[in-house]
């Protein structure tokens, strides 16, 4: 019998949407360059397992706030001429003509990161569209470099907003992210537990399910998050230490699909290789109705 390869799977034939929820607290500046600089590889990765990639990929606000609001204070801009020595290119006023309802709106897709270590500036992204319609890399480091002026976040609860109907529906902040007929890939980035969100992982897990119509296979769960010390104790990493049951880990485990990673990791892009070849299995099982 002749070889045709990797037959091209049945289901999301390439069609994924990737939501990135991406603490901002001050300790996470160094998990920003890491994750930049892992997403060209992970999306070439998938590219090359799919004959027609077509990709959604958004980050969104854990906050309900607008970052920037802290580089308005008057020890940053009524000093400075902008935020700070880790964030020069913040332009003080700038937020009046181009901070709106969705930049303050927990769930939303990113479109204005400022404060130390964002990007500092509105992304303008293909489309109009608070989320990107291709793996760009540049537009990626634009809407991923979320900063260090959040507030303590509640991951879990804000992939729930994310992927609900206000926000993706008609009108809403992410109106057309969700599809029905792709796969969803969401990843979690956060060095401590998430002690504020109020949803179980079941409540997160049926939420989310929801959203996909009902079928698990639909979904693959994605986490970067703080592991057992093993050995000597890296300078400036988190640990899981001593070991606790992690919220996140809680969520993600609840789906089939789904896999964990080390915060403090040298690179991410060996926890990417090992994504991409769950996002292609996963594809395989997801049937769209």
Not at 61 to 68: K, L, M, S
Not at 172 to 200: H, T
Not at 245 to 267: K, M, N, R, T, W
């Amino acid at each position: 019998m002749p070889d045709f390869g990797d037959p091209q799977p049945e289901g999301c034939k390439g069609k994924i949407d990737f939501v990135f929820v991406i603490s901002a607290l001050g300790t996470m500046w160094h998990e920003q360059d890491q994750l930049v600089a892992s997403f060209p590889g992970f999306t070439e990765t998938i590219g090359t397992k799919f004959a027609d990639f077509d990709t959604h990929v958004i980050s969104v606000n854990t906050d309900e706030h607008w970052r920037g609001i802290g580089c308005e204070t008057p020890e940053h801009c009524g000093n400075e001429s902008n935020c700070g020595p880790y964030a020069m290119d913040y332009v003080c006023g700038s937020y009046a003509d181009t901070v709106f309802k969705c930049d303050r709106t927990r769930g939303a897709g990113l479109l204005y990161n400022a404060g130390p270590y964002a990007t500092n500036h509105v992304c303008e992204l293909a489309g109009g569209h608070r989320y990107m319609i291709e793996p760009d890399p540049d537009d990626f480091e634009c809407i991923a470099r979320v900063g260090t002026f959040g507030a303590d976040p509640p991951l879990a609860d804000t992939l729930v907003a994310a992927v609900s109907d206000d926000l993706n529906g008609p009108g809403g902040c992410n109106e057309g992210f969700l599809r029905d007929d792709a796969l969803l890939v969401f990843v979690f980035i956060m060095d401590n537990e998430d002690e504020k969100s109020v949803l179980s992982a079941k409540k997160v897990h049926d939420a989310v399910v929801a959203a996909k119509g009902g079928d698990e296979d639909a979904i693959v769960g994605l986490a970067i998050v703080p592991q057992p010390l093993v050995g000597e104790p890296i300078a400036d990493c988190v640990y899981n230490d001593p070991p606790i049951a992690q919220h996140l880990v809680a969520v993600i485990e609840s789906f089939p699909y789904h896999h964990e990673g080390d915060i403090c990791a040298d690179s991410y892009d060996g926890f990417f290789d090992e994504a991409a070849d769950l996002v292609h299995e996963a594809c395989s099982s997801f049937i769209p109705q």
